[in-house]
């Protein structure tokens, strides 16, 4: 279980974007990270992927603080797909996705290959495997970056905004697809899309002005933000 310890962090130049942050992230679930715009979701998945340096507090996976564990590991444990996506330009999907597992887990090129193909194939974009990202479309791309995220098998994977740039459908789409692979790795989701967390995630965690609010079932978040009978 990943376990966020009395985490507060502030910018050089900014105020402070996290206090006194403590929550629990058990496996195999889809957690929600919701909040306004500000309220510090962003900060808090940099600080679990650990690109961000801690001025105070922990995070710990297993008992294990990440901040001490070595960087191929945590890399292999916890991915992130942040919203900018950054999938390499000059290489195609496919290539996209065995950079890591080749460059990082030094595991053999062709085998890497076969797994990502079948990974596409699974994911049901194999179609995409020899574009290159700027000849896909945005809710493509999303996929392909989760996808190349997915191949190294992490225990957990972040998503900072996995919605904003996607259609009602596609983002249904894309919460099905992660209701399917929850099994295997937990979901992490940091958005203010409350409508998209609310059919999906098992619970979620709320911030305000950088403090944990509440969190609880998505019912309970719904409740806390007065949202009523909202539906889809
Ligand atoms: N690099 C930075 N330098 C200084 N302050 C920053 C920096 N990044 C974020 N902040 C500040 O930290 C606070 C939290 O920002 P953060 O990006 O974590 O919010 P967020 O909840 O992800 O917002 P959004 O929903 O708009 O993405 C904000 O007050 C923001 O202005
Ligand atoms: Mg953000």
């Known amino acids: 279980m990943l376990k966020i310890k009395d985490l507060t ?8 974007a996290l206090i006194d942050i403590s929550m629990g992230l058990p496996r195999e679930h889809i957690l929600a990270i919701l909040g306004r715009s500000g309220s510090g979701k962003t900060t ?10 801690l001025q105070k ?10 901040y001490k564990m070595e960087r191929k590991k945590l890399r292999h444990l916890i991915g992130i797909v942040f ?5 390499f330009p000059h290489l195609t999907i496919l290539e996209n996705m065995c950079l890591a597992p080749v460059k990082v887990l030094k595991r053999n090129e062709s085998s890497a290959k076969k ?16 574009r290159y990202p ?18 190294m098998k992490p225990q ?28 295997e790795t937990t979901f992490v989701v940091v958005t203010h899309d409350v409508l ?3 059919n999906i995630a098992n619970s979620g965690f709320l911030l305000s002005e950088g403090k944990l609010k509440t969190k609880g079932n998505m019912k309970h978040i719904v409740d806390i933000l007065g949202l009523g009978d909202y539906q889809r």
């Open 9 to 16: 962090y502030s910018y050089s130049q900014g105020a402070t």
């Open 44 to 53: 808090l998945l940099k600080c679990i992927g650990r690109f961000l340096t």
């Open 57 to 66: 507090g922990d995070i710990t996976l297993d008992g294990e603080s990440i």
């Open 83 to 87: 919203q900018q996506l950054y999938l």
């Open 115 to 130: 797994e990502a193909k079948e990974m596409l194939n699974k994911l049901g974009i194999k179609n995409l495997a020899d």
């Open 134 to 151: 700027s000849q896909i479309s945005g809710g493509q791309a999303q996929r392909a970056a989760i996808a190349r995220a997915l191949i």
């Open 156 to 183: 957990y994977l972040l998503l900072d905004e996995p919605t904003s740039a996607l259609d009602l459908n596609t983002s249904k789409e894309l919460g099905e697809w992660l209701l399917e692979l929850k099994a």
């Open 196 to 198: 998209f967390t609310k």
